[in-house]
């Protein structure tokens, strides 16, 4: 409760002291300030916090904890707020050398099961493990070209090996999540699940703007928010 009594702190001496003619019912988000309830509820639903035995062991908690102290600024961050990429339908350039000489990635996505779609591929990584998403209608060319299947049946998506193969599509993931274990302080493990299986729950906790278990929605924490700011104005 200490991280949510800190983060309604300082937006209500920000809102008190610092917002000019605040409208009343409005929660005031400054921009160098607009992602402290996102993140704070993102550290909420972090393994290295969270005390739910249902998400984490006591010893992996331990660990992860440890692990933290070792980890850069921009580490950190997508460690406590993964990122999400759609792969089904990148940008032109996404998945080839930039000027600058590095892999171009996809766009970020916000980190929500309602923004994936059933024809959909989804990478989510946060420098300790990557997920593929694979969604139900996902197109067959689509696995042709990346795993080299027509099809999935249930369970499946365990036994599928993301390599090269000889088409651009192929080698243009291949070459992100390369570029992504390259840049990352241990080398992720990647494991692809299909929409409704089982192991998709290996996915789930890593969508934290998501409700998972007894802590809220990000909608609904921003009311919460809002909530305990407003009391305290009053």
Request: hydrophobic share 45%; with cysteine.
């Amino acid at each position: 409760q200490q991280l949510m009594a800190t983060c309604v702190q300082i937006l209500f001496v920000y809102r008190k002291f610092c917002a000019t003619n605040p409208a009343p019912g409005q929660l005031i988000l400054p921009e160098s300030l607009k992602l402290l309830p996102l993140n704070t509820l993102a550290l909420l639903k972090n393994k290295a916090l969270t005390l739910d035995a249902a998400v984490v062991r006591s010893d992996e908690r331990a660990f992860l904890r440890q692990r933290l102290l070792t980890l850069s600024a921009g580490e950190t961050s997508t460690f406590v707020y993964p990122r999400m990429f759609a792969l089904h339908n990148m940008p032109a350039s996404a998945g080839y050398n930039n000027s600058n000489g590095e892999v171009s990635l996809p766009p970020t996505m916000s980190l929500s099961a309602e923004r994936l779609e059933t024809e959909g591929a989804y990478l989510v990584e946060n420098g300790d493990a990557m997920v593929l998403w694979l969604g139900k209608a996902l197109p067959k060319s689509f696995l042709q070209q990346v795993f080299d299947v027509h099809a999935l049946a249930e369970g499946d998506a365990k036994n599928l090996l993301l390599v090269p193969r000889d088409n651009d599509l192929s080698r243009r993931i291949v070459a992100i999540v390369d570029h992504i274990r390259s840049r990352s302080a241990s080398f992720p493990t990647l494991q692809v699940v299909q929409q409704k299986d089982l192991a998709e729950a290996q996915m789930l906790p890593l969508l934290v703007e998501d409700r998972q278990g007894s802590v809220s929605s990000y909608v609904d924490f921003l009311c919460t928010v809002h909530s305990q700011i407003q009391s305290k104005m009053l």
